[in-house]
């Protein structure tokens, strides 16, 4: 079972509608969480990156929360564009034998139809 | 400022052979981090290289190893190649090592192994 899991698996929308993606983990200690977007041929973009103490970070229309005591977190899109049309990973940085090790969901494909 | 670059961008290899990836960070950033991403995986760390040394090191057999020179650009080699090493090849590069610390993705590097 992958230690951190997102849903759904993919998401079709229409433009101007919110939508919610959701990163649930149970990896820990964990150093921070963060979410990425990537457009198909690209490298992942940050959106947010959110330490344990903090319950919600905004970057523009992408607002993410996080929940330390039930290991959940969310993504949410206001008024979406086709532009916002990616995958979208959670990501979460564990602290492993003095390491930090990044460890990744499989994504949200999110596809927004005019 | 240019981002992270990545060379080749496209690559084929045969099983048995090896291979050696490179990467070019946004200047001023010292740390290096490599990312292997399939599509029945998703992305997985590899490695990190700061100031010429491997901080972190993801669970990957011994064939993937790395190395980071003096003027921070890294390289990432794989040999004796096996058909399950097809994947894009990511760098991220961020100022220093940390895990809070933002990273910065370059394109990619698509090695197909047949």
């Known amino acids: 079972k992958n230690q951190v899991e997102q849903s759904p698996q993919s998401l079709i929308i229409l433009e101007g509608k919110n939508c919610t993606l959701q990163?649930?983990?149970?990896?820990?200690?964990?150093?921070?969480l963060r979410w990425y977007k990537q457009d198909t041929g690209r490298g992942p973009v940050s959106l947010t990156i959110m330490t344990f103490s903090e319950n919600t970070k905004s970057n523009g229309r992408y607002t993410a929360t996080l929940d330390a005591d039930t290991k959940q977190s969310s993504l949410h899109i206001t008024a979406s564009q086709l532009s916002d049309s990616a995958s979208y990973i959670c990501?979460?940085?564990?602290?492993?034998?003095?390491?930090?090790?990044?460890?990744f969901g499989r994504g949200t494909s999110l596809i927004v139809h005019p | 400022k240019a981002g992270v670059t990545q060379t080749p961008r496209y690559l084929i290899k045969t099983r048995g052979q090896q291979v050696t990836l490179s990467c070019s960070p946004i200047?001023?950033?010292?740390?290096v981090s490599w990312y292997q991403q399939t599509p029945g995986q998703g992305l997985q760390f590899l490695f990190e290289y700061f100031s010429e040394t491997q901080r972190n090191k993801g669970n990957f057999p011994g064939r993937f190893s790395g190395r980071q020179f003096s003027n921070s650009r890294s390289e990432m080699n794989v040999s004796t190649l096996e058909l399950g090493d097809s994947a894009l090849y990511l760098c991220a590069s961020s100022l220093a090592s940390g895990p809070f610390y933002e990273q910065y993705f370059g394109p990619g590097t698509r090695l197909t192994v047949t």
């Open positions: 990163c649930n983990y149970t990896v820990s200690p964990f150093s921070n």
């Open positions: 200047s001023g950033h010292r740390s």
């Open positions: 990501v979460v940085i564990v602290l492993s034998g003095g390491s930090y090790i990044p460890t």
